[in-house]
């Protein structure tokens, strides 16, 4: 059975997830973009008894050309919470051994993306809803350091809500498109960017969010003296090319396009 599949124009080749009918196994298959045909087998993983958690499908597939590194990364569900697998395949030098892999648990991620431009994973916590990064330059050895991620929204909020148990970012979506990280919230986008601080201010770099459009709002709906407050319809798909992003809304038949001019995004003070 395939999850899914990804491929860009940097791939050499077509990446798709499989897991068998009898969900005690998984892969992820390369194939060849010209012919089909499949060309190496990625990562085969194997349940033996009753841990169902030792062969998680990848559901997130990412080609980073930039890096030479596919990343692979599932999650699953169970009574204990969500325990999710991360790794970066450099599919050249191994098929069977990720040049990094982790298993989370603690605030796993609701979705995972990778940037090539930034040169780091992101990541929306699924007990936080927060917005997570990780440096890929870190990468040393097979291995980063104790704590990859570091939180580029609240802190303090998300460890609370992971401590917690919430699910707060349960249906959250991130995607990485040039040197923009992108985050659908029910019918909200977000979009971090980049910035680089005053030399006097050290020169550091740092992520900053903006809101597409006029961020968190309602639409207002008024009539007989009274006011009633309609949220903005669930973004269900959306797509990425040139400067633009494409929206489509739960129970919309139209599809928003917005482009990357200044006044399409609006700075969150």
Request: proline residues 3%; glycine residues 12%.
């Amino acid at each position: 059975m395939a999850t899914t599949a990804a491929t860009e124009a940097s791939s050499p080749w077509l990446f798709t997830s499989f897991e068998s009918a009898r969900r005690n196994s998984s892969a992820v298959v390369a194939f060849d973009l010209n012919s089909l045909s499949p060309v190496a087998e990625i990562g085969r993983k194997e349940v033996y008894g009753a841990d169902v958690e030792a062969a998680i499908p990848a559901s997130r597939l990412s080609w980073l050309g930039g890096h030479n590194l596919l990343l692979a990364a599932g999650s699953h569900s169970g009574p204990a919470g969500v325990v999710g697998d991360i790794c970066l395949w450099d599919v050249r030098a191994s098929t069977s051994v990720p040049v990094w892999e982790l298993r989370e648990k603690e605030d796993c991620f609701a979705d995972i993306a990778a940037s090539d431009t930034l040169s780091s994973l992101f990541k929306v916590g699924a007990a936080s809803g927060e917005v997570f990064m990780s440096d890929l330059r870190m990468i040393s050895g097979g291995a980063i350091g104790i704590e990859p991620w570091v939180c580029i929204g609240d802190g303090q909020r998300a460890a609370a809500a992971a401590s917690a148990g919430r699910k707060e970012g349960n249906g959250c979506r991130i995607e990485c498109y040039l040197n923009w990280v992108f985050v659908a919230r029910g019918g909200e986008v977000e979009v971090w960017t980049q910035v680089e601080l005053a030399q006097e201010a050290g020169g550091k770099k740092l992520m900053r969010r903006n809101w597409v459009g006029n961020g968190p709002s309602v639409v207002m709906a008024g009539g007989g003296g009274g006011e009633s407050v309609k949220e903005k319809a669930k973004i269900v798909s959306w797509g990425f090319g040139g400067s633009r992003m494409a929206l489509a809304r739960d129970d919309k038949r139209s599809i928003e396009v917005w482009d990357s001019a200044p006044a399409a995004i609006r700075i969150n003070p």
